[in-house]
């Protein structure tokens, strides 16, 4: 501390603040681990992924919505042993309730439609962007929050309705540069997998487990795999033939093994159908192995993959009919998807396709007089209420100065106000690429 700081701070004459008290620790900058700051540039990337998001789901005329980061524990409470539940960042707060910060947005979305019940006609086409956390032991370096968008279609029992999100995703790497010889979408359908449980009189109540163990096939190896089913209570045969299955990547071999009359064949032969129609069917391919992670789809799933194979999936979504239902709701055909913020920046960097986004500001205000700036700021917001950007030079600064943050805010015009044109009601403009420098009547700056 400074004393009475009366003499400190080198303020001139204004009230010097109250002298610190304590001692404050010297605090790690960094914000916590596995979470991520967004200074400026950052935070351009960012906005313009959040835009191209919002504009795609505007498109297909989405609302948007969104819920609070924290929610109660109970929404991510299902026993199918999915990894989202093994990190799932909860505590228990002040009131004694079990909380989680979200570890993805649907079950908030479903939530709310429940909220909402009859009030709310359908179809609900409804998308979100927003942070979602997991606690990973850092060992894995992996980041524990991320930004999702999501895009959600409620009441819409059809196959139409998968096919529409993945268009949704489809008019969005299109608009970001990406194509189909950069990205594609796996398809398939949790039927594939209901119809070959069902052959072997697997109970319907092991399903989501089932599912969950499939969808670490490439990540554990398999004898793994074949382990966890069998202590699900899967038999060896039903295993073997599940495995079988799973490694077909041909609709007509899929029809071959289970027949033309399931719905799993009929939703997938309707999908493919679709995406011709759609015109995206170059981009989509199916695969019997995908069935993605969550506990809760039903039907139709996909995720969209880097076509070099260096990345992790992009994005992924399918439907769940069934979500509702385990909230005490009534079930409502529901489907959506989710899509991170960092894999499609990793693979936008790898592709030579990341926007350039520097700073823009049209105007930089000076007062050449310190007695100038009450007519600095008149200046500054004149141009304002014409929506320009105007960065206003707040303090006393020589012209060196000037010129120097002019260059660094990348701005257009430097608007100089000099004594001698003030008194005749005019400023100096100076456009500052090509050095051109006019005079201009105050009621005339535009
Ligand atoms: O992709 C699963 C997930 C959920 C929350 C946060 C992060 Br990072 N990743």
């Given at each position: 501390s400074t004393g009475d700081n009366g003499g400190g701070g080198g303020r001139s004459g204004a009230l010097a603040p109250p002298p610190i008290t304590e001692v404050l620790q010297k605090i790690d900058v960094n914000p916590p681990k596995g979470t991520r700051d967004f200074p400026p540039e950052e935070m351009r990337l960012r906005t313009w992924l959040f835009h191209n998001f919002r504009e795609v789901s505007r498109l297909f005329g989405f609302e948007e919505v969104d819920f609070p980061v924290l929610e109660s524990e109970a929404l991510y409470?299902?026993?199918?042993?999915e990894e989202i539940r093994d990190q799932l960042y909860c505590f228990e707060d002040r009131g004694n309730r079990r909380v989680a910060l979200r570890p993805e947005l649907t079950p908030s979305l479903a939530r709310l439609v429940i909220q909402k019940g009859k009030s709310v006609s359908l179809p609900l086409k409804w998308f979100a962007v927003g942070q979602c956390w997991r606690y990973e032991r850092m060992t894995r370096g992996r980041r524990r929050e991320h930004y999702q968008w999501n895009m959600d279609i409620i009441?819409?029992?059809?196959v139409t309705a998968e096919a529409e999100l993945i268009s949704s995703i489809v008019t969005f790497f299109k608009r970001v540069g990406i194509t189909a010889s950069d990205v594609g979408f796996k398809v398939s359908s949790r039927k594939v997998l209901q119809e070959v449980l069902r052959r072997y009189s697997v109970p319907e109540s092991l399903f989501s487990k089932v599912c969950i163990i499939i969808d670490k096939i490439g990540k554990i190896p398999v004898d793994e795999i074949k382990k966890d089913l069998k202590s699900a209570g899967v038999s060896e045969e039903a295993v073997e033939e599940l495995l079988q299955v799973l490694s077909i990547k041909s609709l007509t071999k899929l029809e071959e093994i289970?027949?033309?009359?399931?719905e799993a064949v009929a939703d997938l032969k309707q999908l493919f159908s679709l995406a011709e129609k759609f015109g995206y069917a170059e981009w989509i391919e199916f695969d019997a192995s995908i069935v993605r992670g969550l506990a809760y789809y039903t039907g139709i799933v996909f995720e969209g993959f880097d076509r070099e194979g260096k990345?992790?999936?992009i994005c992924g979504g399918g439907r769940y009919d069934r979500l509702l239902s385990t909230f005490g709701g009534d079930d409502l055909p529901a489907c959506g998807f989710g899509f991170g913020d960092a894999v499609i920046v990793e693979l936008l960097k790898d592709r030579g396709l990341l926007p350039e986004l520097s700073l823009q500001i049209e105007n930089i205000v000076c007062a050449l007089d310190v007695d100038l700036q009450g007519a600095a700021a008149r200046v500054a917001s004149i141009l304002r209420e014409q929506s320009q950007t105007v960065d206003l030079v707040l303090e006393s600064k020589p012209l060196k100065w000037v010129f120097k943050r002019a260059a660094r805010i990348n701005a257009h015009r430097l608007i100089l106000v000099g004594n001698s044109e003030w008194q005749r009601g005019m400023v100096v403009v100076k456009i500052?690429?090509?050095?051109e420098q006019y005079e201009v009547k105050l009621d005339e700056l535009v």
């Open positions: 409470i299902r026993k199918a042993g009441g819409v029992p059809e289970l027949g033309g009359a399931g990345l992790r999936a500052l690429s090509s050095g």
